[in-house]
Every structure is written in structure tokens, then in C-alpha cells.
């Protein structure tokens, strides 16, 4: 593909700058009404439900901005900025956008996870729990700024190498199996009637497991935590219907359960031999706090409070989740004893 073929054309560019101008609109509007709702010295609320309150009309300043840069960097997208330098997996915008996912799910899943640990223990620590939201809440904010942006940049270009294309998916599929273990890859190639005698399509920078596990189930997870959390925060703005706020909370616990497991996951595969041993060792750390929470989530799935609350959903996926997250996080502590003591592992 050309330069010029990468670039946005006709009503794809006319959308485009549609996209920037919406986005840029939309944001100065939710800076006035802000500030017109911080001028006004009206709180009548705690500290908790004010930063609520904030960060729901927050909600539409970060969409707005977040739309707007995705889409001017896929208006000025060329066939070579896609292209990352020797080393690298991806250009210099993408990288910047994952630090900043990456960064927010560091500030809003541990948080999450202790909003929700609280109710299951019946324990409150002894921090303010709205300092909990505080923080838990500027992690949604950096997810939903790099998601919206994601989501108008990938319209507007082509530059989508974790994408699996229309008509690659068997083929993807056959190249998956080959990676999995033997027994596991067997079992797909039966399930999804995959011919093994056929080659496997050539590799790529990304691995099969990449392109159609690893990337698909971030995407869901990402955008039903998005979809639920914007619901919770905006039922203290707008009158939302209980059923759909009840079904919004228990699809919020799921996803937040996907995400701990896709983190362990990540580590999982991402961790090399050439990995720096600090690494190595805060993903050993992360692996065993991951322990104790799958523990918790399998002791307190039918008996905590918050949980029997939120539905029979929500406590099978504390049920389910803290199981799998405890295979996770098992086979991501053998995985760093493998790197950080190879001869003794080897040995076993």
C-alpha cells in the first residue's frame, strides 16, 4: 500500500474532520459545564459521590478529546508512521496509547478490586473509601481516553496488525492450533473441524495466540468494563432504569474478573528469558496477591454480602473467575521460577 493510499479520502476524510470537530465541541462543552457546576459552590453531596458526579460529566470531555486526536491521527496516517522502528512492534502513537491503557488499568483494577473485596470482607481499610473512587476513577478516565482515540484512529486507517482480516480467520485458526500444547491444540482442530494436514499460514511479528485470543478478549474486556462503568457513574446525572443499572453492576464484576485474568495472561506470554529480573520478580509479586484474591473470590462467592446483592451472575463469576485466576496465576509463578532459576526448573 501507498502513502497516499493510506490516507483517508472523500467522505472518509469529510467524516474525519466531522470526528475532530464533534470531539473538540463536545469537549469544550463538558469544560463549561463543568466548571459552571464548580463556580456554582452547589455540593450537597459527600466526597465520594461529588467525584462521582465530576467524573460523570468528565465522561463526555474525555470522549470528546479522545475522538478528536484518534482521529486526526488517522487523517494524517501515512503507510510508513504505521510502520515501527527496527525492535518494535508498533509505531510511536499506538505505544503511546497502550502506556496510557496500560497505565489506568494500574490505577482503576487494583482499586476496583478493593471496592469490591471490602464488601466481600466486610472490612473497610483505613483509608477513605472515596480516595479509593478518587483514584479509581482517574484509571477510567486514561481507559476511556485511549479507547474512544483507538476506536476513531482505527476507522479512519488501516493500521490494525493485531486485526484478524475478513477470510484469515480459518487460517488464523490453523495457526493457533499449532502453537497451543499438542493435547489443547488437537482439541480446537476437532472443535472447529480445522485440517491439520494443511500448512499453517507463515508467521508474523504478532503470534497466532495474539491475533486471535489474546487481542479479541482485551477488546471485549475493555468495552464491557467502558460500557458498565459509564452506566454506574451517570445514574447520579440521569435517571437509569434498575434493571438495566443491576444487570450494568454484575457485567462490571465480570469484566473486571476478564481483566485480572488477561493481565496474568499478558505476563504469562510477554515475559522472556531476556526479560530484566525486576520484572520477572513484580510479576512473581502479582501472581501471588493474585492468590489470595482468587481464594477469597472462591470462599466468599455464595456468602458475601455485595455478591448475593449483585445477582447469581456476579457470584458465578467470582466462583468461575477465582478459579481460573488461581490456574493463572499458578502457572505464571512457574513460569518466573523457570526464568529466574532455569537449571533448577530444568532439573524438575
Known amino acids: 500500500m501507498s502513502a497516499a493510499q493510506a490516507l483517508p479520502k472523500g467522505a472518509d476524510r469529510a467524516t474525519g474532520w466531522l470526528l475532530v470537530i464533534g470531539g473538540t465541541l463536545a469537549a469544550v462543552a463538558a469544560v463549561v459545564a463543568i466548571r459552571t457546576q464548580v463556580d456554582s459552590g452547589a455540593q450537597p453531596w459527600s466526597d465520594e459521590l461529588f467525584d462521582n458526579f465530576i467524573f460523570a460529566k468528565l465522561i463526555f470531555f474525555v470522549l470528546g478529546l479522545g475522538v478528536a486526536l484518534g482521529a486526526l491521527r488517522g487523517l494524517s496516517h501515512k503507510a510508513d508512521q504505521g510502520t515501527p522502528r527496527e525492535g518494535l512492534r508498533f509505531g510511536a502513537g499506538t505505544r503511546a496509547l497502550y502506556a496510557i491503557t496500560a497505565l489506568g488499568i494500574f490505577l482503576a483494577l487494583p482499586t476496583g478490586m478493593w471496592q469490591y473485596l471490602g464488601g466481600i470482607l466486610d472490612v473497610n481499610a483505613p483509608i477513605p473509601l472515596f480516595l479509593f473512587y478518587r483514584v479509581h476513577y482517574i484509571g477510567a478516565t486514561l481507559i476511556l481516553l485511549a479507547t474512544s482515540s483507538f476506536l476513531s484512529y482505527w476507522w479512519l486507517s488501516d493500521d490494525r496488525p493485531l486485526q484478524v482480516r475478513r477470510g484469515q480467520w480459518t487460517a488464523q485458526l490453523r495457526g493457533l492450533a499449532d502453537e497451543l500444547p499438542r493435547p489443547v491444540g488437537d482439541l480446537v482442530a476437532r472443535v472447529l473441524r480445522l485440517d491439520l494436514r494443511q500448512p499453517p499460514p507463515p508467521a508474523s511479528q504478532f503470534s497466532f495466540y495474539e491475533k486471535v485470543v489474546a487481542f479479541p478478549t482485551w477488546e471485549v474486556a475493555l468495552t464491557v468494563i467502558t460500557l458498565t462503568g ?7 446525572v440521569i435517571p437509569i432504569p434498575s434493571p438495566i ?6 457485567l462490571h464484576v465480570a469484566a473486571m474478573v476478564l481483566i485480572v485474568l488477561k493481565v496474568l495472561d499478558h505476563l504469562r506470554y510477554a515475559l522472556r528469558a531476556s526479560s530484566h529480573l525486576t520484572a520477572t520478580l513484580l510479576a512473581s509479586l502479582w501472581a501471588l496477591a493474585n492468590l ?5 473470590f472462591i470462599t466468599n462467592a455464595f456468602v458475601a454480602k455485595t455478591a448475593a446483592k449483585e445477582g447469581l451472575l456476579a457470584q458465578l463469576s467470582l466462583l468461575g473467575g477465582g478459579a481460573l485466576i488461581e490456574v493463572l496465576a499458578i502457572v505464571l509463578l512457574w513460569r518466573c521460577f523457570r526464568l529466574v532459576f532455569p537449571r533448577r526448573a530444568n532439573a524438575t
Open 245 to 250: 443499572l443491576f444487570f450494568s453492576s454484575t
Open 292 to 296: 489470595l484474591v482468587a481464594f477469597l
Open 230 to 236: 459509564i452506566l454506574k457513574a451517570m445514574r447520579y
